[in-house]
């Protein structure tokens, strides 16, 4: 495979090294001084409302146009940037692009090209009722409007400036996924400082941060062009798995093919002129599988990076000869693919709020935010468990080293020994007792023995603990945008820290924290999320296992989550009703799609294919006989299936459960009775590229 790269070199025609992404800070300094002040007030006042000003908007957009007239002159006249593009977070999966020319007429309506007006830099509209809204917008009532995200920077991709942007409707409901994670980081951000200052008496400014783990699998286009389920699903509906494929743990960060080692070398450049520094990629635990993530950043743009990872990778892997399967669950039997989110909130001046410290103080104020955590996903475990349902990523959770549908904190022994002495009466401030980390000897004077961790990795929970400054939610999966996941650790976090402020208050600081431990601590499991006592164990605790996607999405209209989302102005309840009708309805009709498909592959494809290959043993009455008894079987399995599917009741949630429980159950027959076939089969005669021709395509 061979390919022609699409980005555009760091130097070319000038020698000079060409500026991809622009931030506001960045801009500022360019501005006059009253449009400086104008742009720092709104960067720092709260006021939804708050506006800038036109003359301040038009110095902005005249930055803006000599950094693209500057980047033309350099790029040559047969790479020019030619347009603008409002890049949002539509509710469903990728991005949305409007796209707009640089040009304008002036005043002799003559055609000015290369200008970025104030106007179109800022603002634009669009038809709302055309995406996903759950029925926030119709064809009557259709307008819809983006406006730049002025904290995130501005990236040349192909041949525009991509501008990211929020969405929302002629009403103000937000029709994206971004607008309700930055009302959702303002919320977070002040109640935090809210408790800071309780707890030590300092003015910050907090931030909510994030770093994703993009994982996805790369499958070769024409294999993929002849896989009808690939093309139309994201998945392999039918396949047997090769005799060897992840279980000699062989796969995980080895050597990668030539082809995928090129393509990634020159994405990460890609990648990097942007500002986005992908220094984590590496070949994944199953075969085709690999990942790569970013250096953290405040999450809003950490959204936004993501979201265009996803589009362009795919536009580069097109040009190797490749196929990007985000789908959670490509491949049965072998691991699935998630987006593991790092996320953590610290103040401006760089203090991990999630930091053991050194000092009493910073100790305590670790313990507080602790508890805080601790609170939110006791308090909120539907909530979380909502933001990573999807029909996907239900094969995922529970399978092949995913966490499992029930939301639990993993803390390390460690902490969870002092959290329960803080519950018996003890301090919150233990000297040496968190932060302490010992030597690791290799056994060999040739190599240099390191500090560890002072806790141990699980990867079984959904919710861990990690690297002493962050906690990863491991149950977000890979094809989904990363912003609502952000969005409701947010607002859980939020609500949390506001009841310990009010305790704090009633009570002092020890005495709080003391107090949500003993209530909540029935959510930290340290022990191993894949056993089968765990589940047991959790309906004891009290904790929930909405094990399918309708069960974790009917509680976002639960009366306390409606009134959750509304008090911090992050989702109205017609915006969050809105949020679960698409939901819903992308999982009813995503199954649909996949059962209609698996139907279409076994009646055009793989009947005619065992016919085709029985006449060949018509004298071998034994084998014939087999090879009928077995077609036969995927014939009665696909007809129950096709049967299933004109049964659909019309309620949504109940069409839901009936998808769970009758449909894929009726797919997994027709599965098991396909790849019966399929191991009998004539390879010659097998109708499909088979499991083995896909996953190991590199060698």
Same mark, same amino acid.
């Given at each position: 495979m061979t390919a022609t790269t699409q980005h555009d070199t760091t130097t070319n025609i000038t020698g000079k090294k060409i500026k991809h992404s622009l931030r506001i800070e960045e801009i500022i300094p360019k501005l006059t001084e009253q449009a400086q002040k104008d742009i720092q007030t709104f960067l720092? #006042?709260?006021?939804?409302?708050?506006?800038?000003?036109?003359?301040?908007?038009?110095?902005?957009?005249?930055v803006v146009t000599e950094w693209v007239k500057e980047t033309n002159k350099r790029r040559g006249e047969h790479n020019q940037i030619k347009s603008t593009a409002h890049m949002w977070a539509p509710l469903r999966k990728g991005c949305g692009l409007k796209r707009e020319g640089m040009v304008k007429l002036n005043e002799e309506?003559?055609?000015?090209?290369?200008?970025?007006?104030?106007?179109?830099?800022?603002?634009?509209?669009?038809?709302?009722?055309?995406?996903?809204?759950?029925?926030?917008?119709?064809?009557?009532?259709?307008?819809?409007?983006?406006?730049?995200?002025?904290?995130?920077?501005?990236?040349?991709?192909?041949?525009?400036?991509?501008?990211?942007?929020?969405?929302?409707?002629?009403?103000?409901?937000?029709?994206?996924?971004?607008?309700?994670?930055?009302?959702?980081q303002d919320a977070v951000g002040a109640v935090a400082a809210e408790t800071i200052k309780l707890v030590t008496g300092e003015d910050r400014v907090v931030r909510s941060n994030c770093g994703w783990e993009q994982e996805f699998f790369l499958v070769p286009t024409d294999i993929w062009e002849e896989r009808s389920d690939l093309?139309?699903?994201?998945?392999?509906?039918?396949?047997?798995?090769?005799?060897?494929?992840?279980?000699?743990?062989?796969?995980?960060?080895?050597?990668?093919s030539p082809e995928v080692e090129k393509l990634f070398q020159d994405f990460e450049a890609y990648a990097k002129e942007r500002n986005i520094a992908l220094n984590?990629?590496?070949?994944?635990?199953?075969?085709?599988?690999?990942?790569?993530?970013?250096?953290?950043?405040?999450?809003?743009?950490?959204?936004?990076?993501?979201?265009?990872?996803?589009?362009?990778?795919?536009?580069?892997?097109?040009?190797?000869?490749?196929?990007?399967?985000?789908?959670?669950?490509?491949?049965?039997?072998?691991?699935?693919?998630?987006?593991?989110?790092?996320?953590?909130?610290?103040?401006?001046?760089r203090e991990g709020l999630y930091t053991f410290g050194n000092t009493k103080m910073e100790q305590e104020r670790f313990m507080v935010f602790l508890a805080g955590v601790?609170?939110?996903? %006791?308090m909120h475990g539907d909530m979380l468990r909502a933001a990573v349902a999807t029909a996907s990523n239900d094969h995922r959770l529970g399978?092949?080293?995913?966490?499992?549908?029930?939301?639990?904190?993993?803390?390390?022994?460690?902490?969870?020994?002092? #959290?329960?002495?803080?519950?018996?009466? $003890?301090?919150?401030?233990?000297? $040496?007792?968190?932060?302490?980390?010992?030597?690791?000897?290799?056994?060999?004077?040739?190599?240099?023995?390191?500090?560890k961790a002072p806790e141990d990795r699980n990867r079984t929970a959904p919710f861990p603990y990690s690297g002493g400054n962050r906690f990863e939610f491991r149950a977000v999966g890979s094809s989904q945008n990363v912003s609502w996941p952000l969005t409701v650790i947010n607002v859980v976090?939020?609500?949390?820290?506001d009841y310990i402020n009010t305790l704090i208050k009633e009570k002092g600081v020890t005495e709080a924290v003391r107090d949500v431990f003993a209530k909540h601590q029935r959510v930290i499991f340290n022990g191993d999320g894949y056993s089968k006592e765990w589940p047991i164990e959790a309906v004891k605790r009290g904790l929930v296992n909405n094990r399918t996607t309708p069960e974790a999405l009917r509680v976002l209209t639960d009366e306390?989550?409606?009134?959750?989302?509304?008090?911090?102005?992050?989702?109205?309840? %017609?915006?969050?009703?809105?949020?679960?009708? #698409? $939901?819903?309805?992308?999982?009813? $009709?995503?199954?649909?799609?996949?059962?209609?498909?698996?139907?279409?592959?076994?009646?055009?494809?793989?009947?005619?294919?065992?016919?085709?290959?029985?006449?060949?043993?018509?004298?071998? %009455?034994?084998l014939y006989a087999e090879k009928k008894t077995l077609l036969s079987n995927l014939r009665a399995t696909t007809k129950k299936l096709a049967n299933a599917t004109t049964a659909v009741p019309e309620d949504l949630f109940e069409a839901g459960m009936y998808y769970a429980n009758t449909i894929l159950p009726c797919m997994e027959n027709v599965r098991e009775a396909a790849n019966a076939i399929e191991l009998t089969m004539d390879k010659h005669q097998y109708p499909f590229p088979t499991m083995e021709e896909i996953i190991y395509y590199q060698h």
């Open positions: 720092s #006042v709260k006021e939804k409302n708050d506006m800038l000003q036109k003359t301040t908007k038009k110095e902005i957009a005249k309506d003559q055609l000015i090209e290369g200008e970025i007006s104030a106007s179109i830099l800022f603002h634009t509209e669009t038809d709302g009722s055309s995406h996903p809204t759950g029925g926030l917008r119709e064809t009557s009532q259709a307008a819809a409007y983006m406006s730049w995200d002025i904290r995130s920077p501005l990236m040349l991709v192909s041949d525009y400036v991509c501008i990211p942007s929020s969405f929302v409707s002629f009403h103000g409901h937000a029709l994206d996924h971004k607008t309700p994670l930055l009302r959702s093309m139309n699903t994201g998945r392999a509906l039918l396949g047997a798995l090769p005799p060897k494929h992840q279980q000699m743990s062989d796969h995980y960060m080895c050597k990668q984590v990629g590496h070949a994944e635990v199953a075969p085709t599988q690999h990942e790569f993530s970013p250096i953290y950043t405040l999450g809003s743009i950490s959204a936004d990076q993501n979201l265009l990872v996803m589009h362009e990778f795919e536009n580069y892997a097109e040009q190797y000869g490749f196929k990007v399967l985000y789908h959670e669950k490509p491949y049965a039997g072998i691991n699935g693919s998630g987006k593991h989110t790092n996320w953590s909130l610290e103040t401006t001046k601790v609170r939110a996903l %006791d399978a092949q080293e995913a966490p499992p549908a029930i939301i639990s904190l993993y803390t390390g022994h460690t902490l969870e020994k002092h #959290v329960k002495a803080i519950i018996e009466g $003890g301090e919150l401030y233990v000297e $040496g007792s968190l932060n302490a980390s010992t030597m690791l000897s290799f056994g060999s004077s040739s190599v240099v023995p390191m500090k976090i939020a609500d949390a820290m306390k989550n409606l009134a959750l989302f509304e008090k911090y102005n992050v989702f109205t309840r %017609d915006e969050l009703t809105a949020r679960q009708q #698409v $939901g819903i309805e992308d999982y009813n $009709g995503t199954i649909d799609i996949e059962a209609e498909t698996l139907i279409r592959m076994i009646n055009q494809s793989l009947v005619p294919a065992t016919v085709r290959e029985m006449a060949m043993y018509k004298d071998d %009455d034994e």
